[in-house]
């Protein structure tokens, strides 16, 4: 365990940084979930509501380090393709 004041203090830092993040990476992960389950069942008006709202969910979660810029990137794009295609 931590035994100088600034190491306290560091280990209390990251126990709150721990909790912001982990309720950022839930609500990425539902909001991507909620995209999967509109494609599973075949409502394409569905998949795309729940696409614009996981986009920036997805987007933000890179900014704030929770997912590297590529792999949002790359989840946003694969998402689109199957809703895209579902419309089709």
């Given at each position: 365990m931590a035994n100088t004041t600034?190491?306290?203090k560091a280990a209390r830092?990251?126990?709150r940084r721990t909790e912001i993040n982990k309720s950022r990476k839930t609500r990425m992960r539902s909001s991507v979930r909620k995209v999967e389950e509109?494609?599973?069942s075949g409502d394409a008006k569905a998949a795309s509501?729940?696409?614009k709202a996981a986009?920036?969910?997805l987007m933000s979660a890179a900014q704030k380090g929770?997912?590297?810029k590529n792999t949002a990137s790359r989840k946003v794009s694969r998402?689109?393709?199957r809703v895209k295609a579902l419309k089709a």
């Open positions: 600034s190491a306290k830092k990251i126990a509109a494609l599973a509501e729940a696409l986009q920036p969910e929770i997912l590297h998402l689109a393709a």
